[in-house]
């Protein structure tokens, strides 16, 4: 999967990011490398889904795609 990120320069000094694609997906880092890693945690826990709140049925069928 590949994203959009915009990356911003921090008044108060460092960056930080938001990715549109993912409503509310944002973060920040004092050097672009912080960033960076701070961009694929955020990613990962705004894309990561708890399936253990989510009613599922013995008929219903949980898939993983990559996109």
């Known amino acids: ?3 959009k990120v915009i990356i911003h320069t921090a008044e ?3 960056f930080w ?3 549109p694609a993912i409503q509310g997906c944002a973060t920040q ?3 672009t ?3 960076m890693f ?3 945690e955020a990613i990962e826990a705004c894309l ?3 399936l253990e709140h989510i009613e599922i049925s013995e008929n219903d069928k949980v898939l ?3 996109v």
């Open 1 to 3: 999967m590949k994203l």
């Open 17 to 19: 990011a938001e990715v």
């Open 48 to 50: 990561s889904v708890d």
């Open 12 to 14: 108060e000094g460092g």
């Open 38 to 40: 701070n961009l694929h």
């Open 29 to 31: 880092g004092d050097t």
């Open 33 to 35: 490398e912080e960033l």
């Open 64 to 66: 993983e795609i990559a």
